[in-house]
């Protein structure tokens, strides 16, 4: 009873994990096995701590290291967990190693097209006329915010008996909805009446 009760070892030792790699180099050499890199995809890049990032580079000096891409929509910032400043959020050793790619936002047309998909994508019908206006809000406001009046609007055309989503049903449910920039916006006009 006394064994079950004992706290078990988690953690991956580094000598564990040098034999793992030796028995797949091994496995590469015999040709056994391939080895095929793979993509690791980190969102919010600037939510990770110190020990995070210390972790990271020091894989990506692993010659098993897979692509990482990071995302982040921070500038200049605090490291978590530090009081170091630094672009993106991200230490300044790991990213002299990066390569940053630069992003534009999207054009009224390109907004509309994924808009577009989107809706075919939830098996939702929408007007062309309604398309431009989602584009419009999705421009003012953000492109997930125009996403997320989707489903909310194809629910009131169905109320009102439509299976197509009309201009009426986004002007409701964008009357209904804020998107962040205008809550906080209305948070900050009324926040005497909020408690702090």
């Known amino acids: ?36 890199p793979g993509v690791l995809f980190i969102d919010e890049v600037h939510m990770l701590d110190m020990e995070c990032f210390s972790y990271l580079n020091r894989a990506l000096e692993s010659s098993l290291s897979p692509i990482v891409i990071f995302a982040t929509n921070r500038g200049i910032c605090t490291v978590r967990g530090t009081d170091m400043v630094s672009p993106h959020g991200i230490p300044v050793d790991l990213l002299d190693r ?13 907004m509309i097209q994924i808009l577009a998909i989107r809706a075919q994508v939830e098996g939702l019908e929408i007007d062309e006329e309604s398309l431009a206006f989602l584009g419009e809000i999705g421009q ?28 009426a049903d986004l002007d409701e449910v964008s009357s209904l909805y804020l998107d ?15 408690i702090s």
Request: glycine share 4%; proline share 3%; hydrophobic share 35%.
């Open 98 to 110: 990066l390569v940053i790619v630069r992003t534009e936002t999207y054009g009224p047309a390109e």
């Open 140 to 167: 003012q406001a953000s492109l997930r915010h125009a996403v997320q009046l989707l489903s909310p609007a194809s629910v009131v055309a169905k109320m009102n008996g439509r299976d197509k989503i009309c201009k």
């Open 1 to 36: 009873m006394g064994q079950m009760m004992k706290p078990r070892k988690t953690e991956i030792t580094d000598k564990l994990r040098q034999e793992i790699n030796k028995v797949v180099n091994r496995y590469v050499d015999e040709g056994v096995a391939e080895l095929v």
């Open 180 to 194: 962040a920039k205008s809550s906080a916006r209305l948070l900050q006009e009324q926040q005497d009446r909020y």
